[in-house]
Every structure is written in C-alpha cells, then in structure tokens.
C-alpha cells in the first residue's frame, strides 16, 4: 500500500514537473503552473450531435468516440490527472445548438478549439476512428502536427502503446498532419488519435465492444505515462 503510494506521488510530480518546464517556454499560456498544482488533461471525443463522423453499417464514428474517450478519462482520473472533455454526452458545439439547422461544422470546430486553447490543460488528445474505401485495412495511428516539437515524441510514445493493443492490426507508423484544426497551431503536446477503422469488418465491431475500447483506452493511458516519464519508447 505503502509503495503504491509513494510510485502514485512520484508519478503526480513528474507530471507537474513536466508541466513546470513546458510552461515556461510558452508566453501565450497562463500563468506558471507550480509544483501543488494537478495537472490537466484535456479529451476531445470528435464530432458528435448533428455530425455522426464516419459511419459504417450503422455505427457512428462520434459514439465510439465518446465511448472510449470517457473511458480513458476514467483511467486517467484514477491515475490522479484532472481531465476535462470537450463534450461528455452526444452533441455538437457549442452546447445547445444542436439543431441540425442551426449547427455548422465550422463553428463546431472552433468553439472545440477555443475550448482547448483557454483550459488549463497540459496536454491533449482527440479521438477519432478511421475509414477507408479498402475494408481489408486497419489499425490504429497517432496524427501529430510539428507545430510543437513535444507532439512527435508524444505521437511516439501513444503509437507504440497502440500497436502493442492492436495486435490483430497491421502495425501503423504516425502520420504527420499540420494542417488539421485540432492540432494546428496548438502549443501544448497534442496529438489526433485514429483508433482503428470502422470500415473494416473485424475491426468495426472490437470498436463497438467494452473491453477492446478499454483495451485502447488503457494503451492511451499509458502512452501519456510514458510521454510524461520522459517519452521513452518501451
Ligand atoms: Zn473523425
């Protein structure tokens, strides 16, 4: 009990040590987060409401996405992180302007965005599935802008973390990808998560199961450990 208590304490002052000499280089962030502050971490479950993502046989990229994205909160909750989401339930943003004659997905994004840039969190994920005309490919794969130099040594750490659970997938290698809202131009380590294609049948219905969104969750959970002890790659 003793040793789960001390590895617990040492984890949350890697974590606020880590966001101490991150923040300090970074002028447009708040003030400096000290050494007592929880850090924060911030889960952008994609789409949502009006907008379903991709869909394949009936199942809507935004559901998994909330599934499994408030799982990983969960985990990262016990772990001792504050995390914030985006979203917790299924609906486009802002909140409120769900109708599907008021809601535009270039608001949506924005008021994502803004979210993200005003909280106080230290680091960041969104959470999609993929899907693509080809149903035999799959996989999981990180998507990092070199907007922040942090993002690749994050994307690293997640990808390898994800490859290690998606074992019945062919291993993917992260895709750079500046131009995506999300992460462009975002200064806290951020990375877009694609956890498997819902185009694929095998794939598709693991996505839509407990234990394999637990499964991916808990390997995001530990790619961000990773990322935080230092991005060594296991
Ligand atoms: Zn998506």
Request: glycine fraction near 8%.
């Amino acid at each position: 009990m003793r040793n789960k208590a001390i590895i617990f304490l040492s984890l949350i002052l890697v974590a606020a040590l880590f966001i101490t000499s991150f923040r300090k280089g970074k002028k447009s962030l708040p003030a400096t987060v000290t050494l007592g502050d929880m850090a924060v971490i911030m889960i952008d479950p994609g789409h949502g409401g009006p907008d379903p993502g991709a869909v394949s046989e009936g199942i809507r990229e935004a559901d998994i996405n909330l599934q499994i994205s408030l799982k990983l909160g969960e985990i990262l909750a016990q772990k001792g992180f504050c995390v914030l989401f985006t979203r917790k339930i299924d609906e486009g943003l802002p909140p409120g302007g769900n109708g599907e004659d008021i809601w535009q997905k270039t608001g949506d994004m924005g008021y994502r965005k803004k979210t993200v840039l005003e909280s106080s969190a230290c680091l960041f994920l969104s959470i999609h599935q993929n899907s693509y005309k080809d149903s035999s490919v799959g996989g999981a794969q990180i998507w990092y802008s070199e907007c922040n130099e942090e993002n690749k040594i994050l994307a690293q750490c997640l990808q390898a973390r994800l490859n290690e659970a998606c074992e019945l997938f062919e291993d993917r290698a992260l895709q750079r990808r500046d131009e995506l809202i999300m992460l462009k131009d975002n200064p806290m380590p951020s990375a877009l998560v694609e956890c498997g294609f819902i185009t694929n049948f095998k794939e598709r219905n693991l996505l839509s199961s407990e234990d394999y969104q637990l499964r991916l969750a808990q390997a995001l959970a530990e790619g961000i450990m990773d990322y935080l002890k230092g991005g060594e790659i296991i």
